[in-house]
Antibody, heavy 119, light 107 residues
Framework: QITLKESGPTLVKPTQTLTLTCTFS??????????VGWIRQPPGKALEWLTL???????RYSPSLKSRLTVTKDTSRNQVVLTMTNMDPVDTATYYC???????????WGQGTLVTVSS | DIQMTQSPSTLSASVGDRVTITCRAS??????LAWYQQKPGKAPKLLIY???SLESGVPSRFSGRGSGTEFTLTISSLQPDDFATYYC?????????FGQGTKLEIK
């Protein structure tokens, strides 16, 4: 049974750096083909793909946010960490992490965590 | 980036209706398309992957078709639990991109 859960601050101030952790179980991020992605959703709006990290430490970023994003993994702790710098109110959203299967589908998602950017 | 355009944005239907949602890609994505269902306050749920493959545990009233740039999600007979928002996603090339969503409402 694959589960993922996002954790981190619910409120950050503009210009601050956001750090979110995805803690997962039921799979290993050392298994060939597996990845973990981050997707966000502003209130009332559509889903936006942010980044992806694979078992071999290959990383992919949204071009529009690449300069602000960093994704890392800790295989031994079953965690993936997302860092987003220079937060702005427009970054207010629910942030999800999801299991990326070898064929590309996001088949399991975390419950999401709402991050509000406000002074 | 590949743009994904869904239509309609909102769809009103009744229990038992057959409904179809369309997703168009700005360039060919072969069959690398997924469909998700999302209910308020919940994470998206994978329904269909690789354009037409039904995810395990998803009812057979959901089906997907298409390849290249045009795709459809069909629900053959709407059930009360199906009223939600649906998103398509392409994973042919980075960055993955999602459609803007189709809200399926009760008529």
């Amino acid at each position: 049974q694959i589960t993922l859960k996002e954790s981190g601050p619910t409120l950050v101030k503009p210009t601050q750096t956001l750090t979110l952790t995805c803690t997962f179980s039921g799979f290993s991020l050392s298994t060939v083909g597996v990845g973990v992605g981050w997707i966000r959703q502003p209130p009332g709006k559509a889903l936006e793909w942010l980044t992806l990290i694979y078992w071999d430490d290959d990383k992919r970023y949204s071009p529009s946010l690449k300069s602000r994003l960093t994704v890392t993994k800790d295989t031994s702790r079953n965690q993936v960490v997302l860092t987003m710098t220079n937060m702005d109110p427009v970054d207010t959203a629910t942030y999800y992490c999801a299991h990326r299967k070898y064929d590309g589908r996001f088949d399991f998602w975390g419950q999401g965590t709402l991050v509000t950017v406000s002074s | 980036d590949i743009q994904m355009t869904q239509s309609p944005s909102t769809l009103s239907a009744s229990v038992g209706d057959r409904v179809t949602i369309t997703c168009r890609a700005s360039q060919s994505i072969s069959s690398w398309l997924a469909w998700y269902q999302q209910k308020p306050g919940k994470a998206p749920k994978l329904l269909i992957y690789q354009a037409s493959s039904l995810e395990s545990g998803v009812p057979s009233r959901f089906s997907g078709r298409g390849s290249g740039t045009e795709f459809t999600l069909t629900i053959s007979s709407l059930q009360p639990d199906d009223f939600a928002t649906y998103y398509c996603q392409q994973y042919n090339s980075y960055p993955d991109t999602f459609g803007q969503g189709t809200k399926l409402e009760i008529k």
